[in-house]
Protein backbone atom coordinates (compact mmCIF):
# COMPACT_ATOMS: atom_id res chain seq x y z
CA UNK A 1 0.00 0.00 0.00
CA UNK A 2 2.76 2.42 1.19
CA UNK A 3 4.35 1.74 -2.84
CA UNK A 4 0.62 2.75 -4.00
CA UNK A 5 0.49 5.89 -1.76
CA UNK A 6 3.94 6.83 -2.53
CA UNK A 7 3.51 6.75 -6.42
CA UNK A 8 0.14 8.72 -6.32
CA UNK A 9 1.84 11.36 -3.89
CA UNK A 10 5.02 11.76 -6.65
CA UNK A 11 2.37 11.39 -9.53
CA UNK A 12 0.43 14.26 -7.85
CA UNK A 13 3.67 16.58 -7.38
CA UNK A 14 4.97 16.00 -10.75
CA UNK A 15 1.87 16.16 -12.29
CA UNK A 16 1.15 20.07 -10.79
CA UNK A 17 4.55 21.03 -11.35
CA UNK A 18 4.56 20.37 -14.80
CA UNK A 19 1.20 21.53 -15.52
CA UNK A 20 2.79 24.62 -14.41
CA UNK A 21 5.06 25.17 -17.28
CA UNK A 22 2.34 23.68 -19.66
CA UNK A 23 -0.42 26.29 -18.85
CA UNK A 24 2.24 28.86 -18.46
CA UNK A 25 4.02 27.97 -21.91
CA UNK A 26 0.30 27.54 -23.62
CA UNK A 27 -0.04 31.45 -22.23
CA UNK A 28 2.84 32.67 -23.76
CA UNK A 29 2.21 31.24 -26.85
CA UNK A 30 4.73 28.48 -26.42
CA UNK A 31 4.99 25.25 -28.61
CA UNK A 32 4.43 22.21 -26.23
CA UNK A 33 5.82 19.00 -27.33
CA UNK A 34 5.42 16.70 -25.24
CA UNK A 35 3.59 16.57 -22.04
CA UNK A 36 4.77 13.51 -19.99
CA UNK A 37 4.33 11.95 -16.63
CA UNK A 38 6.98 9.44 -15.80
CA UNK A 39 10.53 9.21 -17.34
CA UNK A 40 11.73 6.33 -19.66
CA UNK A 41 9.62 4.34 -21.89
CA UNK A 42 5.99 4.83 -23.22
CA UNK A 43 3.42 2.83 -21.50
CA UNK A 44 0.82 4.84 -23.63
CA UNK A 45 0.48 8.18 -25.61
CA UNK A 46 -2.51 10.11 -27.07
CA UNK A 47 -1.67 13.28 -29.10
CA UNK A 48 -4.11 16.11 -29.07
CA UNK A 49 -3.59 19.72 -30.57
CA UNK A 50 -0.28 18.76 -31.98
CA UNK A 51 0.83 17.68 -28.27
CA UNK A 52 1.93 14.34 -27.36
CA UNK A 53 0.47 13.21 -24.10
CA UNK A 54 1.99 10.31 -22.43
CA UNK A 55 2.73 8.14 -19.87
CA UNK A 56 6.03 6.80 -18.98
CA UNK A 57 7.65 3.55 -17.31
CA UNK A 58 9.34 5.03 -14.51
CA UNK A 59 6.84 6.77 -11.63
CA UNK A 60 9.51 9.78 -10.88
CA UNK A 61 9.43 12.62 -12.62
CA UNK A 62 8.15 14.09 -15.92
CA UNK A 63 8.53 16.79 -18.59
CA UNK A 64 7.09 19.48 -20.56
CA UNK A 65 9.02 19.69 -23.35
CA UNK A 66 8.63 22.74 -25.80
CA UNK A 67 10.06 23.91 -28.66
CA UNK A 68 12.89 25.73 -28.89
CA UNK A 69 13.75 24.42 -25.44
CA UNK A 70 17.36 23.04 -25.89
CA UNK A 71 18.24 24.61 -29.68
CA UNK A 72 17.89 27.60 -31.49
CA UNK A 73 15.21 27.83 -33.31
CA UNK A 74 13.38 31.05 -35.45
CA UNK A 75 10.08 29.43 -35.37
CA UNK A 76 7.43 31.98 -33.38
CA UNK A 77 6.55 29.45 -30.85
CA UNK A 78 9.48 28.52 -30.11
CA UNK A 79 10.64 29.44 -26.28
CA UNK A 80 14.14 30.69 -27.16
CA UNK A 81 12.28 33.06 -29.09
CA UNK A 82 10.42 34.45 -26.58
CA UNK A 83 11.13 37.69 -24.05
CA UNK A 84 13.14 37.46 -20.83
CA UNK A 85 9.92 38.30 -18.59
CA UNK A 86 8.07 35.09 -20.54
CA UNK A 87 10.79 32.76 -20.15
CA UNK A 88 10.88 33.61 -16.37
CA UNK A 89 7.52 33.01 -15.91
CA UNK A 90 7.62 29.54 -17.81
CA UNK A 91 10.50 28.18 -16.33
CA UNK A 92 9.49 29.49 -12.65
CA UNK A 93 5.82 28.40 -13.29
CA UNK A 94 6.59 24.86 -11.93
CA UNK A 95 7.87 25.59 -8.78
CA UNK A 96 5.53 28.14 -8.20
CA UNK A 97 2.70 25.60 -8.94
CA UNK A 98 4.62 23.18 -6.57
CA UNK A 99 4.23 25.87 -3.61
CA UNK A 100 0.85 26.67 -4.42
CA UNK A 101 -0.12 22.87 -4.17
CA UNK A 102 1.55 22.85 -0.40
CA UNK A 103 -0.54 25.59 0.36
CA UNK A 104 -3.29 24.75 -0.18
CA UNK A 105 -3.15 21.05 1.21
CA UNK A 106 -1.94 23.25 4.23
CA UNK A 107 -4.80 25.42 4.30
CA UNK A 108 -6.88 21.99 3.95
CA UNK A 109 -5.18 20.41 7.20
CA UNK A 110 -5.68 23.81 8.99
CA UNK A 111 -9.69 24.42 8.56
CA UNK A 112 -10.52 20.49 8.56
CA UNK A 113 -7.83 19.73 11.59
CA UNK A 114 -6.74 22.76 13.08
CA UNK A 115 -2.83 23.33 14.25
CA UNK A 116 -0.85 23.82 17.33
CA UNK A 117 0.49 27.70 18.33
CA UNK A 118 3.63 29.12 19.93
CA UNK A 119 1.31 30.08 23.02
CA UNK A 120 1.90 27.77 26.20
CA UNK A 121 -1.03 25.88 27.19
CA UNK A 122 1.06 24.56 30.18
CA UNK A 123 4.78 24.13 31.20
CA UNK A 124 5.76 20.96 32.55
CA UNK A 125 6.97 20.57 36.00
CA UNK A 126 10.60 20.94 36.88
CA UNK A 127 11.12 22.30 33.45
CA UNK A 128 13.11 24.92 32.48
CA UNK A 129 10.22 27.08 31.21
CA UNK A 130 8.81 26.39 34.34
CA UNK A 131 12.37 27.63 35.75
CA UNK A 132 12.27 30.82 33.61
CA UNK A 133 8.54 31.84 35.05
CA UNK A 134 6.91 30.79 31.61
CA UNK A 135 3.41 30.30 32.04
CA UNK A 136 -0.07 29.37 30.56
CA UNK A 137 -1.26 32.06 27.80
CA UNK A 138 2.36 33.39 27.16
CA UNK A 139 2.63 33.77 23.44
CA UNK A 140 6.50 33.22 22.01
CA UNK A 141 7.40 35.39 19.57
CA UNK A 142 11.17 34.83 19.36
CA UNK A 143 14.22 32.25 19.90
CA UNK A 144 17.59 33.97 19.80
CA UNK A 145 16.22 36.83 18.17
CA UNK A 146 14.44 34.59 15.30
CA UNK A 147 10.88 35.12 14.87
CA UNK A 148 8.56 32.65 15.42
CA UNK A 149 5.43 32.25 13.59
CA UNK A 150 4.16 28.46 14.42
CA UNK A 151 5.28 25.90 16.70
CA UNK A 152 7.23 23.95 13.60
CA UNK A 153 9.06 27.07 14.26
CA UNK A 154 10.03 26.71 17.45
CA UNK A 155 11.09 23.00 17.52
CA UNK A 156 13.21 24.17 14.52
CA UNK A 157 14.57 26.71 16.30
CA UNK A 158 15.56 24.43 19.03
CA UNK A 159 16.52 21.62 16.70
CA UNK A 160 19.97 23.28 16.16
CA UNK A 161 20.64 24.01 19.78
CA UNK A 162 22.89 21.64 22.05
CA UNK A 163 22.07 22.85 25.48
CA UNK A 164 23.47 26.49 25.01
CA UNK A 165 21.51 28.99 26.93
CA UNK A 166 18.60 30.41 24.63
CA UNK A 167 17.21 34.20 24.67
CA UNK A 168 13.56 33.16 24.75
CA UNK A 169 10.81 36.62 23.36
CA UNK A 170 7.36 35.72 24.87
CA UNK A 171 4.03 38.02 25.12
CA UNK A 172 2.10 38.29 28.14
CA UNK A 173 -1.36 40.52 28.66
CA UNK A 174 -0.04 42.91 25.91
CA UNK A 175 3.52 43.00 26.97
CA UNK A 176 6.71 41.69 25.53
CA UNK A 177 9.28 39.91 28.00
CA UNK A 178 12.38 38.20 27.68
CA UNK A 179 14.53 35.91 29.50
CA UNK A 180 17.23 32.72 29.16
CA UNK A 181 16.35 29.47 29.18
CA UNK A 182 19.05 26.26 28.60
CA UNK A 183 17.26 23.75 26.90
CA UNK A 184 17.07 20.25 28.39
CA UNK A 185 17.83 16.87 26.25
CA UNK A 186 15.29 14.82 25.82
CA UNK A 187 14.95 10.90 25.39
CA UNK A 188 14.61 10.99 21.78
CA UNK A 189 17.26 13.45 21.89
CA UNK A 190 15.87 16.56 20.97
CA UNK A 191 16.44 19.76 22.68
CA UNK A 192 13.43 21.33 24.58
CA UNK A 193 12.39 23.82 27.09
CA UNK A 194 9.67 22.31 28.51
CA UNK A 195 6.33 23.30 27.88
CA UNK A 196 2.77 21.92 26.14
CA UNK A 197 1.54 24.53 23.29
CA UNK A 198 -1.88 25.36 22.88
CA UNK A 199 -3.90 24.26 20.27
CA UNK A 200 -6.54 25.77 17.87
CA UNK A 201 -9.47 23.46 16.08
CA UNK A 202 -10.24 23.65 12.46
CA UNK A 203 -12.49 26.19 11.45
CA UNK A 204 -14.39 23.16 9.51
CA UNK A 205 -13.62 20.98 12.87
CA UNK A 206 -16.09 19.76 15.39
CA UNK A 207 -15.89 21.67 18.20
CA UNK A 208 -13.71 20.80 21.24
CA UNK A 209 -13.99 21.38 24.61
CA UNK A 210 -11.29 23.62 25.90
CA UNK A 211 -10.12 24.51 22.76
CA UNK A 212 -10.43 27.65 20.63
CA UNK A 213 -11.57 27.98 16.82
CA UNK A 214 -9.50 29.44 15.04
CA UNK A 215 -10.71 32.07 12.67
CA UNK A 216 -10.23 32.39 8.17
CA UNK A 217 -7.78 34.77 8.31
CA UNK A 218 -5.98 32.69 11.22
CA UNK A 219 -6.44 29.36 8.73
CA UNK A 220 -4.60 31.51 6.43
CA UNK A 221 -1.72 33.43 7.67
CA UNK A 222 -1.15 29.92 9.64
CA UNK A 223 -1.12 28.17 6.41
CA UNK A 224 1.20 31.13 4.85
CA UNK A 225 3.59 30.51 7.55
CA UNK A 226 3.74 26.43 7.19
CA UNK A 227 5.43 27.25 3.28
CA UNK A 228 7.58 29.74 4.83
CA UNK A 229 8.75 27.38 7.10
CA UNK A 230 9.70 24.45 5.00
CA UNK A 231 11.19 26.09 2.92
CA UNK A 232 13.36 28.28 5.67
CA UNK A 233 14.18 24.14 6.62
CA UNK A 234 15.21 23.12 2.46
CA UNK A 235 17.54 25.95 2.48
CA UNK A 236 18.77 25.64 5.94
CA UNK A 237 18.96 21.61 5.44
CA UNK A 238 20.68 22.58 2.16
CA UNK A 239 23.24 24.92 3.52
CA UNK A 240 24.56 22.94 6.12
CA UNK A 241 24.37 19.66 3.85
CA UNK A 242 27.21 22.08 1.51
CA UNK A 243 29.23 23.21 4.85
CA UNK A 244 29.30 19.73 6.23
CA UNK A 245 26.86 20.05 9.54
CA UNK A 246 24.78 17.53 7.53
CA UNK A 247 26.49 14.26 7.09
CA UNK A 248 25.39 13.14 3.44
CA UNK A 249 24.29 10.16 5.04
CA UNK A 250 21.17 12.19 6.20
CA UNK A 251 19.89 12.68 2.60
CA UNK A 252 16.86 10.25 1.33
CA UNK A 253 15.89 10.10 -2.43
CA UNK A 254 12.66 8.59 -3.67
CA UNK A 255 13.15 5.35 -1.75
CA UNK A 256 13.82 6.43 1.72
CA UNK A 257 10.56 8.39 1.03
CA UNK A 258 8.56 5.36 0.21
CA UNK A 259 9.39 4.34 3.79
CA UNK A 260 8.35 7.20 5.34
CA UNK A 261 5.24 7.20 3.77
CA UNK A 262 4.96 3.60 5.02
CA UNK A 263 6.01 3.90 8.26
CA UNK A 264 3.34 7.14 8.39
CA UNK A 265 0.63 4.96 6.69
CA UNK A 266 1.36 1.99 9.11
CA UNK A 267 1.45 4.29 12.47
CA UNK A 268 -1.72 6.25 10.95
CA UNK A 269 -4.10 3.49 10.06
CA UNK A 270 -4.01 2.43 13.51
CA UNK A 271 -5.39 5.40 14.23
CA UNK A 272 -8.48 6.09 11.96
CA UNK A 273 -8.92 6.33 7.81
CA UNK A 274 -8.88 10.24 8.92
CA UNK A 275 -5.43 10.34 10.13
CA UNK A 276 -4.48 8.22 7.17
CA UNK A 277 -5.34 10.99 4.90
CA UNK A 278 -4.03 13.98 7.41
CA UNK A 279 -1.01 12.28 7.54
CA UNK A 280 -0.32 11.84 3.62
CA UNK A 281 -1.82 14.78 2.67
CA UNK A 282 0.72 16.23 4.73
CA UNK A 283 3.68 14.44 3.52
CA UNK A 284 2.45 15.43 -0.06
CA UNK A 285 2.45 19.18 1.06
CA UNK A 286 6.03 19.24 2.58
CA UNK A 287 7.34 17.07 -0.57
CA UNK A 288 5.41 19.72 -2.73
CA UNK A 289 6.89 22.86 -1.49
CA UNK A 290 10.79 20.78 -0.82
CA UNK A 291 10.39 19.87 -4.92
CA UNK A 292 9.67 23.71 -5.18
CA UNK A 293 12.37 24.77 -3.23
CA UNK A 294 15.04 22.50 -4.89
CA UNK A 295 14.01 23.25 -8.41
CA UNK A 296 14.48 26.72 -8.02
CA UNK A 297 18.12 26.21 -7.12
CA UNK A 298 20.55 27.87 -9.79
CA UNK A 299 21.87 24.48 -10.60
CA UNK A 300 22.27 23.18 -13.92
CA UNK A 301 19.40 20.76 -15.36
CA UNK A 302 17.35 22.12 -13.03
CA UNK A 303 14.89 25.20 -13.39
CA UNK A 304 17.06 27.68 -11.51
CA UNK A 305 19.42 26.62 -13.45
CA UNK A 306 17.75 27.79 -17.13
CA UNK A 307 16.46 30.98 -15.01
CA UNK A 308 20.05 31.55 -14.11
CA UNK A 309 21.26 31.93 -17.68
CA UNK A 310 17.77 33.68 -18.42
CA UNK A 311 19.27 36.11 -15.69
CA UNK A 312 22.88 36.29 -17.30
CA UNK A 313 21.49 37.27 -20.81
CA UNK A 314 19.42 40.17 -19.47
CA UNK A 315 22.27 41.52 -17.50
CA UNK A 316 24.45 40.70 -20.72
CA UNK A 317 21.82 42.06 -23.19
CA UNK A 318 22.18 39.19 -25.16
CA UNK A 319 21.93 35.28 -25.24
CA UNK A 320 24.32 32.58 -23.96
CA UNK A 321 25.34 30.19 -27.08
CA UNK A 322 22.76 27.78 -27.05
CA UNK A 323 25.46 25.06 -27.77
CA UNK A 324 27.10 25.85 -24.53
CA UNK A 325 23.87 26.44 -22.43
CA UNK A 326 22.86 23.02 -23.77
CA UNK A 327 26.41 21.20 -22.22
CA UNK A 328 26.08 22.86 -18.99
CA UNK A 329 22.56 21.77 -18.44
CA UNK A 330 23.56 18.10 -20.07
CA UNK A 331 26.46 17.81 -17.45
CA UNK A 332 24.42 19.58 -14.45
CA UNK A 333 22.00 16.05 -15.31
CA UNK A 334 24.56 13.83 -15.48
CA UNK A 335 26.04 15.23 -11.66
CA UNK A 336 22.39 14.89 -10.50
CA UNK A 337 21.74 11.62 -12.24
CA UNK A 338 24.94 10.86 -9.89
CA UNK A 339 23.60 12.05 -6.90
CA UNK A 340 20.15 10.51 -7.52
CA UNK A 341 22.67 7.00 -7.40
CA UNK A 342 24.10 7.61 -4.64
CA UNK A 343 20.96 8.75 -2.64
CA UNK A 344 19.12 5.60 -3.51
CA UNK A 345 22.16 3.32 -2.37
CA UNK A 346 22.02 5.26 0.88
CA UNK A 347 18.32 4.46 1.47
CA UNK A 348 19.23 0.71 0.42
CA UNK A 349 21.60 0.70 2.84
CA UNK A 350 19.44 2.14 5.60
CA UNK A 351 16.89 -0.14 5.14
CA UNK A 352 19.24 -2.93 5.09
Given at each position: ???????????????????????AARKCGVTVEEFAIGMGP???????????????????????????????????????????????IILAAGAMMNLALAFIIF??????????????????????????????????????????????????????????????????????????????????????????????????????????????????????????????????????????????????????????????????????????????????????????????????????????????????????????????????????????????????????
Open positions: MSIIIAILVFGAIVLIHELGHYWKIFSWTKNNIVFSLRGIPIGGFCKMLGEDDESNDPGALNRKSIPQRTLFITLFSGFSTTTIHQTMPGSPAEAAGLRSGDRITRLNGTSVNIFGDVTFELSGNTGSPTEVTYVRDGQIHTTTITPYKAEDGSYKIGFLASGRTGLFEKRVEGYERAGAWESLTTSAFEIAFYVKVTIVSLVRLVTGQLDMGQLSGPIGIVSVIGEAYTESVKVSAWAVVLNMLSLCAILSANLGVFNLLPLPGLDGGRLAFVFVEAIRRKPLPVEKEGLVHFIGIVLLMILAVFIAFNDIKKLL
